[in-house]
């Protein structure tokens, strides 16, 4: 006997999304036949609707999975039929955890974190393996600094981002952190941080003057501190009969002082990432331009040329707010996947939605591990390292 023949199709699924589709079906006639029943794997998390024709649910198990099923012309005879639903797998499940080889130089943790806490201050950051740096056993290439010195109440947040391209780009981003940030600690402590708070003192009764001796000041300040910091990465090269390249680093520098219900803030910016004053709610005022090429993941490098680039005093930043509420440095592993362009960086109703995120954490018993915690967000195709640091002031409340 003649059995009449149908085709059956399905839109693909995803594993971990709700799915909710139905069955498209055609006879020879172009006719759509009635979906009777479907057996579906066990495990699938899916279900069969006959009423409607669709299949529902969350699909756990990714493959091509071809399902059996009946169906009918109408009232009588019913007929079988097969029907192919591709469940896609989770990104996430594709990505691999390597360790990198115990011989490699210039081993780094995974992750990193810190907090420091003073009577009306807290500085906190955070830094994390990118999923891209896990899949290929490669490691961390972020780095980070904060100190606070209690003394003159000055803070100081470093983050640097290694190039992805740079076999040894992972010390050269520590080694910048570290060699910069000794150099301007040693002039925020002791009597030149003194001397600093003393001009910053006179801002409100003299802004402009305030303003342009301490903008010299941190043009120095910063200017030396690249400077060191590019020192010590050519004399590591040296050891290894490497090339300064091979270090390639950016870096970004913040330091902060509260004056009263006024925030203080010195910036310096080589790079991509950001450097931003956020509050009160929907304002922001970015502290620079990040470094873009022409290409995408492009941007400029911490070296010599930089340096002597007429450029450079563009690349300090100078800050007097009122009612701040919290100053943020980020390697673009965060800055990317949280604002995409130039144009986000500068939109304040994107951080407020970062700070909607990121304040919880900040009010947790153990901060700094669930910020080391936050940035494993997942964000397709943005998978590089993310460090972010942040300053604010602890409220009467705190």
Not at 375 to 382: C, T, V, Y
Request: aromatic share 8%; hydrophobic share 40%.
């Amino acid at each position: 006997m003649f059995e009449p023949r149908a085709s059956f199709s399905l839109p693909n699924a995803k594993v971990g999304i709700e799915y909710a589709a139905r069955i498209e079906a055609r006879n020879a006639d172009g006719q759509s036949p009635i979906i009777q029943d479907v057996k579906l794997p066990e495990g699938l998390g899916l279900r069969f609707d006959p009423e409607s024709g669709e299949l529902r649910g969350t699909p756990l198990k990714a493959g091509d999975h071809r399902l059996p099923l009946r169906w009918s012309q109408g009232p009588g005879a019913s007929y079988s039929g097969e029907c192919l639903l591709i469940v896609n797998p989770d990104p996430r499940s594709l990505w691999k955890v390597v360790e990198p080889p115990e011989e490699a130089p210039y081993p780094k943790p995974h992750t990193d974190h810190r907090l420091l806490q003073a009577e009306d201050t807290c500085l906190i950051a955070a830094s994390r393996r990118g999923r891209s740096h896990e899949h290929a056993g490669s490691f961390r290439d972020d780095d980070y600094l904060i100190e606070l010195d209690a003394e003159n109440g000055w803070s100081l947040l470093i983050v640097a981002d290694g190039a992805g391209s740079a076999q040894f780009s992972r010390e050269g981003s520590r080694l910048a952190v570290t060699t910069a940030g000794a150099h301007l600690l040693s002039n925020l402590t002791g009597e030149q941080g003194a001397h600093l708070s003393a001009i910053l003192a006179s801002w409100d009764a003299e802004p402009e003057a305030s303003a342009k001796t301490l903008g010299t000041a941190f043009h120095y300040l910063f200017h030396e501190a690249a400077n060191l910091a590019i020192q010590s990465i050519e004399q590591e090269a040296a050891t290894r009969n490497a090339q300064p390249r091979d270090y390639a680093t950016t870096l970004l520098a913040a330091v902060v002082k509260r004056q009263g219900n006024s925030t203080f803030i010195a910036s310096f910016w080589m790079g991509d990432g950001a450097i931003a004053a956020y509050g009160p709610r929907g304002r922001v005022r970015l502290m620079g331009t990040p470094d873009g090429g022409e290409f995408a993941g492009q941007t400029r490098f911490l070296d010599r040329a930089a340096l002597a680039d007429q450029g450079f005093a563009k690349r300090i930043g100078l800050g007097y707010f009122q009612d701040l509420t919290a100053v943020l440095l980020m390697t673009d592993g965060v800055s990317d996947p949280r604002f995409e362009t130039d144009n986000g960086l500068s939109d304040p109703s994107r951080w407020d939605a970062l700070w909607d995120e990121l304040a919880p954490i900040l009010e947790s018993a153990d901060p700094d591990r669930a910020l080391t915690d936050w940035l494993g967000f997942f964000s397709p195709g943005n998978h590089d390292d993310r460090t972010l640091a942040l300053y604010w002031a602890k409220t009467k409340e705190d």
